[in-house]
């Protein structure tokens, strides 16, 4: 019996950079029940995935397919029976040289409801990223979409490539460096000129995006030397010539810098964007979370008498939401803190408590603890200083202002160490995927070694960049025998953007 919610979306992932999934795409991903994805899927896209989720890969593990297409087939219509929300997450766009039109007949032949939600294909990708514009008024007025998977010399080959060679317009030519040589040598025989435009563009729209551009006779020799693999295009035509020789995406500052980063959750998204601007390709492995209290009886016993209190002191973003949110919650407002004067650690902190329309009195010109007691010692002495905070931490603050103030301090959230890192991302670093990995603070740091199989914290410290928020940070590091690459000058986070930029162009 076929359940009535199952279905099958057949979704086009795109051609590696994970902002080029279509909006349609990345909710379907995000509410998918089975996910079965494909080797060309960016891995961050695999975070969008619901934990409950079931995942399935069905791309090539040392070089074999761990399903066949009769599988995945068979996979798609069972998931789908047992009512599932099945999203088949494909590179590019699934109908092109993708086998979703196969997929799609199969469901339809069994009743299965399905639905296509079309992707950036590479050709289109490619182009936008290498400036390498597949059509163009003055000198492309068509573009065939070639699969050069088979031997072109092969008699009983789907391809004509005598009529191609004489094709008006741009070849795109998907899966085609195998066969290279012999695709550039079979135009040329059928009569395309061989010093028509000819360039190769390797892993387009990814971090790694690597091209050369010849022509059709010097190419195969290039793309050898070079060492191109797939999955690249194979592109001939005379719109070659117009790209220029370094694309806007190959001019960002962080052009082909693959980041970890290691921060909570909410906070790694907003990083990642900010560094997928700079052009970074960025994976995210939160190593802690941050969580609400499970009993909120100590905080709120202290809301009850704030106004006792001179100084209410911040340490990060998440404890002034946590502390106005319950303050909030509880039936009051900012008036409460009327009498207080607020010290945030830096300015991330200041900036939250402006959204909550308070202004801090005090922000440090170092932005760590030390800085803040430094700040802070002339202006509290024999007074009563509140700190809000998380259930653990560095206690430094306290200890040294207990000398010369009255200070509580009240954990307002929980900082949780993560379970596990996401699935991609030991994979990632085992592939030597990863170029730099962030620490933002030392519990983070700790805990990312900690749930580092021993072989990749090895590999962390050889191959890898480790960039740190501050000398606290660095010297965590250094004592688990991590050695740091780079050190923010400010001691935020857009402090450690700046040293991966200050990093590369030294490089
Ligand atoms: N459905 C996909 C194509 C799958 S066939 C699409 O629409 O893009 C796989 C081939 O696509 C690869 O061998 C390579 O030729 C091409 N390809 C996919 N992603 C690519 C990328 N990021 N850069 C260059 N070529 C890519």
Redesign the pocket.
């Known amino acids: 019996m076929t359940t009535p919610s199952g279905f099958v979306e057949l979704v086009?992932a795109g051609?590696?950079d994970p902002g080029l999934i279509t909006v349609r795409g990345r909710a379907a991903v995000q509410q998918a029940e089975v996910l079965i994805y494909d080797q060309?899927v960016h891995p961050s896209l695999l975070d969008l995935v619901r934990p409950e989720a079931e995942r399935i890969f069905a791309g090539k593990r040392a070089g074999r397919l761990v399903y066949t297409q009769d599988e995945i087939n068979q996979l798609l219509v069972e998931k789908a029976r047992q009512g599932k929300r099945v999203v088949r997450l494909?590179?590019?766009?699934?109908?092109?040289?993708?086998r979703?039109a196969e997929e799609a007949a199969f469901l339809r032949a069994h009743g299965i409801p399905y639905r296509i939600v079309p992707?950036?294909?590479?050709?289109v990708?490619?182009s936008g990223y290498t400036e390498l514009p597949i059509t163009h008024r003055a000198a492309a007025s068509a573009v065939a979409l070639v699969?050069?998977?088979d031997d072109p010399r092969d008699p009983k080959a789907r391809v004509n490539w005598p009529s191609l060679a004489k094709f008006p317009g741009t070849l795109v030519?998907?899966?085609?460096?195998a066969h290279l040589k012999d695709i550039c040598e079979v135009l040329i025989e059928h009569g395309m000129s061989p010093e028509t435009p000819a360039a190769v563009?390797?892993?387009?729209?990814?971090a790694r995006?690597r091209s050369v551009a010849a022509t059709l006779s010097s190419l195969p020799e290039l793309v050898s030397t070079h060492r191109l693999h797939?999955?690249?295009?194979?592109i001939v035509g005379s719109v070659v010539n117009l790209r220029p020789e370094r694309s806007w995406f190959e001019s960002l500052p962080l052009f082909g810098q693959r980041i970890l980063v290691t921060r909570p959750a909410e906070d790694c998204r907003l990083a990642s964007e900010q560094l997928e601007t700079l052009g970074a390709e960025v994976l995210q492995a939160p190593t802690v979370e941050v969580q609400p209290l499970q009993d909120f009886q100590a905080l709120d016993d202290i809301l009850a008498r704030i106004r006792s209190f001179d100084w209410l002191v911040f340490t990060s973003r998440h404890g002034v939401d946590a502390f106005l949110g319950r303050l909030m919650h509880l039936g009051h407002d900012a008036r409460a803190l009327g009498g207080l004067k607020l010290a945030a650690i830096g300015p991330g902190t200041a900036d939250q408590l402006q959204r909550w329309h308070l202004r801090a009195d005090l922000v440090p010109d170092r932005f760590l603890s030390e800085g803040l007691v430094e700040a802070l010692s002339p202006l509290v002495l024999g007074k009563r200083v509140l700190l809000a905070r998380a259930n653990r931490g560095r206690t430094l603050l306290c200890d040294q202002l207990e000398a010369i103030a009255q200070v509580e301090q009240v954990a307002v959230y929980q900082n949780l160490d993560a379970a596990a890192l996401p699935a991609g991302v030991v994979q990632a670093m085992e592939a030597g995927e990863i170029d730099w990995i962030t620490l933002t603070s030392s519990a983070i740091t700790e805990r990312l070694f900690n749930l580092l199989p021993a072989h990749i914290r090895e590999k962390v410290e050889r191959e890898i960049k480790l960039v740190s928020i501050s000398p606290v940070t660095t010297a965590t590091a250094q004592k688990l025998g991590w050695t740091v690459a780079a050190e923010a000058q400010t001691y935020t986070w857009d402090g450690v953007v700046q040293a991966i930029c200050a990093a590369r162009l030294l490089i």
Not at 90 to 98: A, C, N, Q, Y
Not at 201 to 206: C, D, N
């Open positions: 086009g051609p590696g060309l494909k590179g590019g766009d699934p109908l092109v040289f993708g979703g992707g950036v294909t590479a050709a990708g490619v699969t050069g998977h030519v998907y899966m085609g460096v563009v390797e892993r387009g729209t990814w995006q797939p999955p690249a295009l194979l």
